[in-house]
């Protein structure tokens, strides 16, 4: 909980809205060019934000097996705190801009970003209860369904934040 409320802190120095400037808080945003995505509940982010805890749990099981489960959350949870704040800072909304489905971002909603953080704690918990084999279905399931439906996932938004291919922005632009 102390670790949500300094995320959410840390998110309202840098200016972020708690909720979405619409006015409204809805449960889902199916729209990604919409001005509301990333700053409803839950959206096809949300999906990445899963698959995020499924690695981080993987990674931190092969890493630390003797760590206890608690620990490994916290520290999967600093890291996906930390990603959040670095996502709403100024640099990395403006190079999210550059990319075909992201050039009106202005960043999260706080109340979204949280729920990114404890969507990826649910990947994580998910990862710890399921066989390997299903939880990495699901993160193939996930990644291939959203980019057909969004042409977008999380395995495209980081080569476009790595290096933007021009045949990727093409299809996602719909050219």
């Excluded at 509940?41 to 097996?65: A, E, K, M, N």
């Excluded at 066989?131 to 439906?149: N, Q, R």
């Amino acid at each position: 909980m102390v670790l949500l409320a300094l995320q959410a802190l840390v998110l309202y120095l840098l200016g972020q809205p708690f909720i979405c400037e619409c006015g409204f808080i809805k449960l889902w945003e199916s729209d990604v060019l919409s001005s509301g995505m990333s700053q409803h509940l839950f959206d096809w982010y949300t999906f990445s934000h899963i698959i995020h805890g499924f690695v981080f749990f993987g990674v931190l099981r092969l890493l630390f097996p003797r760590m206890s489960l608690g620990t490994k959350l916290m520290l999967a949870m600093g890291i996906e705190i930390g990603w959040e704040i670095a996502e709403n800072t100024p640099w990395v909304i403006n190079a999210y801009r550059e990319q075909a489905l992201a050039q009106g971002y202005v960043g999260d909603s706080i109340l979204n970003s949280l729920l990114d953080t404890v969507s990826m704690m649910l990947g994580f918990f998910l990862a710890f209860r399921l066989p390997v084999s299903l939880t990495v279905f699901l993160a193939v399931l996930f990644e291939v369904a959203v980019g057909y439906v969004i042409r977008d996932n999380l395995t495209l938004n980081v080569l476009n934040f790595i290096y933007q291919f021009e045949f990727i922005h093409d299809w996602q632009s719909g050219d």
